[in-house]
Structure formats: structure tokens, C-alpha cells
Nanobody
């Protein structure tokens, strides 16, 4: 059974940092492209960052460029999101997701994901 479990969320003040982790079980992430999405209350779920199967290619939403960094450790079967210089508008539930097989950059969106975690809450206070 494939599972994605996020951790690392919490409450921090603006300007602080958090590191999210997404541990996969039931399959090897080495053949999956993966991403982080977030959903604020009353808003749609949006892509935050995405990483290719090899880790060579990464994509970020403009709102987080230069502040967030996505990475993966295939040996540990884990995806990460380092979040720095956090802002109140980063407050949201953060989800990791994975897609197997063909995964061009045009597929880096929630409609193409095969598996989802249940999310971890990030709250940033001003």
C-alpha cells in the first residue's frame, strides 16, 4: 500500500524557517516525480514546488522562489521542502504528492498526481 506522510509543520513567526518532510512507504520514490502543494483556508490547492525523478529539475511558484527549496533523498525515500523567510501568506496546509511514469514539466500539477499525503499545517504569525 502506497503511503505519503508529511511532517515538520508548525507555528513560527514571520521570517522564520521550517523544513517539511514527506516519507514514502509501499513504493520507491526513485521512479516518481514529486511535488509540494498548499491550500489555504477558502482557497484552491496550488503547486508550491516540484522536482523531477532524478532531482535535476525543480520548479517553484513565483511566490516562493528564492525562499523555498525542494529536494529529495531517494535512498531515504523522502521528499523535503526547506522554507525560509516565511511570511503570513505562507500559512496553509501543505501536501506532498507523487506521480509515476511519464512526468514532463507540463504534468507538474495536482491533476496529474497519483498519490497524496494527508498534509501538515504551517502557520506563520506576523
Amino acid at each position: 500500500q502506497v503511503q505519503l506522510v508529511e511532517s515538520g509543520g508548525g507555528s513560527v513567526q514571520a521570517g522564520g524557517s521550517l523544513r517539511l518532510s514527506c516519507a514514502a512507504s509501499g513504493y520507491s520514490i526513485s521512479s516518481y516525480c514529486m511535488g509540494w502543494f498548499r491550500q489555504a483556508p477558502g482557497k484552491e490547492r496550488d503547486m508550491v514546488a516540484f522536482i523531477s525523478t532524478s532531482g535535476v529539475y525543480t520548479t517553484y511558484d513565483d511566490s516562493v522562489k528564492g525562499r523555498f527549496s525542494i529536494s529529495r533523498d531517494n535512498a531515504k525515500n523522502t521528499l523535503y521542502l526547506q522554507m525560509n523567510s516565511l511570511k503570513p501568506e505562507d500559512t496553509a496546509m501543505y501536501f506532498c504528492a507523487a506521480r509515476g511514469g511519464y512526468c514532463p514539466r507540463s504534468y507538474y500539477g495536482m491533476d496529474y498526481m497519483d498519490y497524496w499525503g494527508k498534509g501538515t499545517l504551517v502557520t506563520i504569525s506576523s
